[in-house]
């Protein structure tokens, strides 16, 4: 993680990335609380709990999860997060997820974020990149089918909303050799 924090150009302005650290608890809160509860839907875990960022911490330091996160003037606009595995039969495999504050929306932050986590997972050897996300998730569905996701299965009636309805959700992966195959396309480095 030598490489942070780093700067990255958005189509107004820039934000700069760097792992997220134990003394960050108070600002993943303050971040979580602008969001919806349709964009909570995907996770596998409640972000506006302080629980939640305890767990992620504890994963950091065993080393199962990277936690990114992008600020603008020193506050938090967004995190991409790459949970591993450490049985020996799902080691290969890696979910990546990726959340922008709702006002820093459509600036590019979101791609530079996913590209970002992603790139990190190849470091590692991940084989496998998945990401999970409800079917009317259409920008996430587009910015990782770009990247060279596709759907590989449907949670029917997977999460519930505030009002009792029922949303499917996507399981979207990629082979990460073949996709590395293609780096050319997907201007990875
Ligand atoms: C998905 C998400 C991270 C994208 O962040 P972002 O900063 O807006 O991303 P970008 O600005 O880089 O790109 C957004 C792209 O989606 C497109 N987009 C935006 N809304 C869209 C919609 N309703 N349908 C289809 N595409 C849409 C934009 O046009 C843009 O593509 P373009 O640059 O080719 O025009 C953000 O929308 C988010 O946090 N959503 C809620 C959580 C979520 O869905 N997470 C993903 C699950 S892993």
Redesign the pocket.
Same mark, same amino acid.
């Given at each position: 993680m030598d490489q942070y924090p780093k700067t990255v150009e958005l189509l107004k302005g820039s934000a700069v990335l760097r792992p997220l650290t134990h003394d960050d608890k108070e600002e993943v809160l303050a971040f979580s609380s602008t969001l919806s509860h349709h964009?909570l839907m995907?996770l596998r875990r409640d972000i506006t709990k302080p629980e939640t960022v305890e767990h992620w911490l504890n994963e950091i330091d065993r080393e199962q999860a990277l936690v990114i996160i992008a600020e603008i003037d020193g506050k938090m606009v967004g995190y991409g997060m790459l949970s591993l595995n450490d049985l020996d039969w799902t080691r290969h495999l890696a979910e990546?997820? +990726? /959340? +922008?504050h709702p006002d820093? =929306?459509? #600036? @590019? /932050? @979101? =791609?530079? %974020?996913i590209r970002e986590v992603f790139a990190l997972a190849v470091d590692r050897g991940v084989e496998k990149v998945i !990401? =999970? %996300?409800t079917l009317d998730? #259409? !920008? !996430?569905r587009? /910015?990782f089918h770009e990247l060279g996701f596709r759907p590989e299965a449907l949670h029917e009636g997977e999460v519930k909303d505030l009002d009792g309805n029922m949303h499917d959700v996507v399981r979207m992966a990629v082979d990460v050799k073949a996709l590395l195959a293609r780096r050319d396309i997907y201007g990875l480095n």
């Open positions: 964009d995907f990546l997820r +990726v /959340l +922008v820093y =929306r459509n #600036t @590019g /932050l @979101g =791609r530079k %974020m !990401a =999970r %996300m998730q #259409t !920008a !996430a587009s /910015l």
